[in-house]
């Protein structure tokens, strides 16, 4: 039996949240111009690996990121397969501060939406008939610190620290 009179903890309406709604896959190309059988083809490729991010207020308290994958496989001057994809997720973010804000959704949501990028670039790349291809680990703090330094000497009257 349980206890009606049980009293359940208050919540906190000020304490902040953030909360992943849904995470899906906003786009995805995946081309192989001569399928596994590219000619020549000793070793790896060489994979050129380029990754961003862009947050969107969708609503209030509510925020659209994409981290945004492109990978392009060369052997030597032929391409081997390239890959584009925006990995997506809507999040809940209520009662932060504007600084705390900004490092949720360029660090902490695409470090969450990272694993599933990994898995879906592994799975597309192992569909092109190619053996699987493992995103490495991103830093995404050392990213937003280079944005917000940018930011920062884009401001009239910044000085430049050395």
Same mark, same amino acid.
């Given at each position: 039996m349980t206890d009606q009179n049980a009293q359940t903890p208050a919540v906190d309406p000020n304490a902040p949240?953030?909360?992943?709604?849904?995470?899906?896959l906003k786009d995805c190309s995946f081309e192989s111009p001569?399928?596994?059988f590219v000619?020549?083809?000793?070793?790896?490729? /060489? @994979?050129n690996l380029n990754i961003s991010t862009r947050a969107t207020?969708?609503?209030?308290?509510?925020?659209e990121v994409v981290v945004q994958v492109h990978l392009e496989a060369k052997a030597g001057d032929k391409v081997v397969w390239l890959l584009e994809l925006q990995q997506a997720g809507a999040f809940l973010v209520k009662n932060l501060v504007a600084t705390d804000v900004a490092q949720v959704l360029s660090i902490m949501a695409p470090n969450y939406l990272l694993s599933y990028a990994r898995s /879906? @670039?592994?799975?597309?790349v192992t569909k092109g008939g190619f053996p699987?291809?493992?995103?490495?680990l991103v830093t995404f703090e050392a990213l937003h610190a280079r944005?917000?330094?940018q930011a920062a000497a884009q401001q009239p009257g910044?000085?430049?620290v050395n």
């Open positions: 949240v953030v909360t992943p709604q849904v995470v899906y001569n399928g596994p000619g020549g083809l000793e070793g790896q490729p /060489a @994979v207020a969708l609503a209030q308290d509510l925020h /879906a @670039v592994s799975e597309l699987p291809f493992l995103l490495p944005a917000a330094q910044a000085t430049s």
